[in-house]
T-cell receptor, first 112, second 113 residues
Framework: EADIYQTPRYLVIGTGKKITLECSQT?????MYWYQQDPGMELHLIHYSYGVNSTEKGDLSSESTVSRIRTEHFPLTLESARPSHTSQYLC???????????FGSGTRLTVV | DQQVKQNSPSLSVQEGRISILNCDYTNSMFDYFLWYKKYPAEGPTFLIS?????DKNEDGRFTVFLNKSAKHLSLHIVPSQPGDSAVYFCAASVSRGNEKLTFGTGTRLTIIP
């Protein structure tokens, strides 16, 4: 049973639209992450948070933004989607006692 | 600069045989290493990890070996089963639970019945 939930699983949207990818976890983890993955490529960290009201940009530059108003919730927003944003977006969480991350099932975004 | 490398994009192994997946890293600050397994259209799931104070960690059919001097780790799966067919990602961090993970590009393992 998943303890970290991402919605939607699949999204096809037109260029210029604003979208929010949802991510919620029920484990009380203080750290949360967003990774982006293109087929056959490594996972690239685009945003992370070490707690409420804490957000940082990751190693890969992204036009998306995130917020962390509640411990369990870490949504990612694209103000104006473009075809170059087409990718899989994976949310994850961890805490100091974790063996690595717990990942959600991902959102596969297609911008047409 | 890719700090974690998996040079084999794919690997095919006969069912029942040993699967060996390899990973190399360049950052000497990495202290904690993990393997994840990913099925299509799903998020990666944690498989096994190893701290730099050890050179081997075993969990059932899965064993991870770490060679710090060579900056190399490997995942052994024995015996391989059809359900093991997936993409395997190697990941590294500077400490367990405290830092961001850096991932490799993954190796697609196919187990042939």
């Amino acid at each position: 049973e998943a303890d970290i939930y991402q919605t939607p699983r699949y999204l096809v949207i037109g260029t210029g639209k604003k979208i929010t990818l949802e991510c919620s976890q029920t484990m009380g983890h203080d750290k949360m992450y967003w990774y982006q993955q293109d087929p056959g490529m490594e996972l690239h960290l685009i945003h992370y948070s070490y707690g409420v009201n804490s957000t940082e940009k990751g190693d890969l530059s992204s036009e998306s933004t995130v917020s962390r108003i509640r411990t369990e919730h870490f949504p990612l927003t694209l103000e104006s989607a473009r075809p170059s944003h087409t990718s899989q977006y994976l949310c994850a969480s961890s805490d100091s006692d974790s063996y690595g991350y717990t990942f959600g099932s991902g959102t596969r975004l297609t911008v047409v | 600069d890719q700090q974690v490398k998996q040079n084999s994009p794919s690997l095919s192994v006969q069912e029942g045989r040993i699967s060996i997946l390899n990973c190399d890293y360049t950052n000497s600050m990495f202290d904690y290493f993990l393997w994840y397994k990913k099925y299509p259209a799903e998020g990666p799931t944690f498989l096994i990890s190893i701290s730099s104070i050890k050179d081997k960690n075993e969990d059932g059919r899965f064993t991870v070996f770490l060679n710090k001097s060579a900056k190399h780790l490997s995942l052994h799966i024995v015996p391989s089963q059809p359900g093991d067919s997936a993409v395997y990602f190697c990941a590294a961090s500077v400490s367990r639970g405290n830092e961001k993970l850096t991932f490799g590009t993954g190796t697609r393992l196919t187990i042939i019945p």
